[in-house]
């Protein structure tokens, strides 16, 4: 990426381009970039496989779709508009990003620090868009300056499918700010390529430049998470791990599941029974005391877990499917695995323990 940027640099001479056109060309190779270079990220990157209830299979930062799927509405027609659609953009991330910094999980601690530091950095943005605009316009970005509702470059389900999994690491939440600043910077290179206006081009381009350094730095905290992550995997040796085996974690989540149980109303239960691929079997004594020596929120957690490491068992299944049937079969697995994920994660929040 660095070395495409390179080149445009070189082509347009000692700084960016002042010209639509070179932008529009910004965009389109970018895109065919990421297209072409996927199996290549793939290689840096562990894979990722994100769940939700609409059976969604994707990577904090890479999408099957381009990065930036909804264009500026129209073009920005004047620096107090520009300011106000940088102003909110970045509150909006801060605001977001903070909600995750202050997750109180205890799993959740190396990547709530990551999201501390993405709140600041969104925060001090802010500022200094505040500052720009100020010493420009004389006064502080004005909401009613917006002609067109500005792109959502942090959606929420981006962020839940960090902050919901019970995978997530802070190379993760890395990936996740860097695809944010991609996106960011797209979405400035096509205000600055519809612009009519000297000034808000050349504004849109210095916002443009921002991005991309940032997301230079943050690809550099991204690498160094992901080689603590393989670090610490390699210092571990031959600490016990979750099997890989589909059968055996199915196994083993219907234990934890069936201990689950017994800490739940009749209600609940029922509806753990109609889950599949291993549903709930039916017990005579529904309600016994935990005997191992986990507590309640352990099994939770770790039936949760394995849950999800299950979904992305058959999902990659699916991928690695030399016939069509087999395909079929373990896409089949995949969905009843992954509404079983949010069956779990809706009691895990919502049931209640009998005393």
């Not at 792109?151 to 860097?178: C, F, I, K, M, R």
Request: aromatic share 6%; glycine share 4%; hydrophobic share 40%.
């Amino acid at each position: 990426m660095t070395g495409m940027l390179t080149s445009f640099r070189n082509c347009a001479g000692s700084s960016f381009s002042r010209t639509p056109l070179f932008w529009i060309a910004v965009i389109w190779t970018i895109e065919a970039y990421n297209s072409r270079n996927k199996q290549h990220f793939a290689l840096e990157q562990p894979k990722r496989i994100s769940i939700d209830t609409r059976c969604s299979r994707e990577h904090p930062t890479m999408r099957a779709e381009p990065l930036l799927t909804i264009a500026p509405l129209a073009s920005v027609g004047s620096m107090a508009e520009l300011y106000a659609i940088a102003l909110m953009q970045a509150e909006t991330a801060a605001m977001r990003y903070e909600r995750l910094a202050q997750s109180e999980e205890e799993s959740f601690g190396p990547v709530r620090c990551v999201f501390e530091v993405l709140t600041q950095r969104e925060r001090e943005r802010a500022d200094s868009i505040c500052l720009g605009s100020g010493a420009s316009q004389r006064k502080r970005p004005d909401p009613a300056d917006l002609r067109w509702k500005p792109t959502d470059l942090v959606p929420v389900q981006e962020l839940s499918d960090v902050g919901n999994s019970s995978l997530s690491t802070a190379y993760h939440a890395w990936a996740l700010a860097v695809r944010h600043r991609e996106r960011t910077f797209i979405f400035w290179t096509y205000v600055a390529a519809l612009a009519t206006d000297h000034a808000v081009r050349s504004t849109a381009e210095d916002f443009a430049r921002e991005a991309l350094i940032d997301g230079n730095i943050l690809r550099r905290e991204r690498r160094l998470a992901w080689r603590s992550m393989r670090q610490g995997a390699t210092d571990r040796g031959s600490a016990p791990s979750e099997p890989e085996s589909a059968a055996l974690l199915e196994s083993l989540l219907l234990k934890d599941v069936v201990l689950w149980s017994q800490q739940l109303t009749p209600v609940e239960r029922d509806y753990l029974s109609t889950l599949r691929p291993s549903p709930l079997p039916p017990v005579l004594e529904p309600h016994e005391a935990i005997v191992k020596s986990d507590t309640l929120e352990d099994i939770k957690r770790r039936a949760l877990r394995r849950a999800e490491q299950l979904s992305n068992l058959y999902l990659d299944e699916a991928d690695r499917a030399a016939d069509q049937n087999s395909m079929e079969y373990a896409q089949n697995m995949a969905a009843q695995s992954i509404a079983r994920l949010a069956g779990l994660r809706s009691i895990a929040l919502a049931s209640t323990v009998l005393p």
